[in-house]
């Protein structure tokens, strides 16, 4: 990701991450997998790299388990969100966070 955010801005582009959306239920969810999700969505939420940051696992998770998404928005697969899940996705992404003043 640094060297991404490193080449992104050096070509004067703003960079917003996007945190991993759950996936336990997908056939190849497993608790290693998960941690590595958790720390991914760590870094990407607090490391202060990015200009900018959407929440996807927060917008898709299930409040009463957060490692699946909510089955409201789940297309099925607990991989991918459905049309739901998707416009929820899209009305979590902050316009402003894409112009970073480049404009």
Same mark, same amino acid.
């Given at each position: 990701?640094?060297?991404?955010? #490193?080449? *992104?801005?050096? &070509?004067?582009?703003?960079? =917003?991450? %996007?945190? $991993?959306?759950?996936?336990?239920?997908?056939?190849?969810? #497993?608790? *290693?997998?998960? &941690?590595?999700?958790?720390? =991914?969505? %760590?870094? $990407?939420?607090?490391?202060?790299?990015?200009?900018?940051?959407?929440?996807?696992?927060?917008?898709?998770?299930?409040?009463?388990?957060?490692?699946?998404?909510?089955?409201?928005?789940?297309?099925?697969?607990?991989?991918?969100?459905?049309?739901?899940?998707?416009?929820?996705?899209?009305?979590?992404?902050?316009?402003?966070?894409?112009?970073?003043?480049?404009?």
């Amino acid at each position: 990701y640094r060297r991404l955010i #490193d080449r *992104a801005h050096a &070509a004067g582009k703003c960079v =917003v991450g %996007a945190t $991993i959306a759950p996936y336990k239920g997908w056939q190849e969810w #497993d608790p *290693a997998g998960e &941690a590595v999700r958790q720390r =991914v969505n %760590a870094f $990407i939420r607090d490391s202060g790299e990015f200009d900018g940051v959407t929440d996807f696992d927060r917008v898709l998770r299930s409040p009463y388990d957060p490692e699946r998404m909510l089955p409201a928005f789940d297309g099925g697969d607990h991989l991918h969100p459905n049309d739901k899940g998707m416009q929820a996705m899209a009305d979590a992404v902050d316009l402003r966070s894409l112009d970073c003043g480049t404009g």
